[in-house]
């Protein structure tokens, strides 16, 4: 697949599926009455926002204007992954589970993948990948990550231990 046709129909599905979150929490309003399920409920938000937004730049730099994907997924990993260190800090005291903090911590690491190799795409030719290549990847990683934190919520009745 075409790297364009594969970022287009990606920001598409992510924009999508952050339609669909917030119909989710518009249907379970008692979520929201609890400050750290909050916290989490945007986290997930942003697990499809930033990835779509980041399709957006990639699609409009391309492979003609590297620096325009670049520069954006470096800008808005770092906005991602502080978003998810202080999701993280914040879930310690208030009793999120687990299994939820391992879950933002790989969103974290991700983030932290997503701007290196936008900063420096040459550390992945070893790979036989081009950097936006790679980004894809990872990209694809972290919106699986959210869907995982979905699965969590919509399993479960509470998001605390």
């Known amino acids: 697949m075409d790297v364009s046709t594969f970022y287009a129909l990606f920001s598409t599905t992510c924009f999508t599926l952050t339609g669909?979150?917030?119909?989710?929490?518009?249907?379970?309003?008692?979520?929201?009455?609890?400050?750290?399920?909050?916290?989490?409920?945007?986290?997930?938000y942003l697990s499809f926002?930033?990835?779509a937004l980041m399709g957006l730049f990639a699609q409009v730099g391309g492979t003609e204007n590297p620096l325009i994907w670049r520069s954006s997924f470096?800008?808005?990993?770092?906005v991602g992954g502080a978003s998810m260190v202080r999701l993280i800090a914040q879930a310690r005291g208030d009793?999120?589970?687990?299994?939820?903090?391992?879950?933002?911590?790989?969103t974290v690491v991700i983030y932290v993948a997503?701007?290196?190799v936008g900063f420096a795409p040459q550390l992945v030719t070893p790979l036989g990948?081009?950097?936006i290549q790679v980004e894809a990847l990872l990209l694809i990683a972290l919106v699986a990550l959210g869907h995982a934190l979905v699965w969590r919520f919509l399993v479960t009745?509470?998001?605390?231990?």
């Open 114 to 116: 997503l701007a290196v």
């Open 129 to 131: 990948l081009t950097g």
């Open 95 to 106: 009793g999120t589970r687990a299994s939820i903090r391992w879950a933002q911590l790989g």
């Open 20 to 44: 669909l979150w917030w119909n989710v929490v518009r249907s379970r309003r008692d979520w929201t009455t609890d400050p750290a399920m909050r916290r989490t409920i945007g986290g997930i």
């Open 74 to 78: 470096v800008v808005i990993a770092i």
């Open 157 to 161: 009745d509470d998001v605390a231990e």
């Open 49 to 51: 926002l930033l990835p």
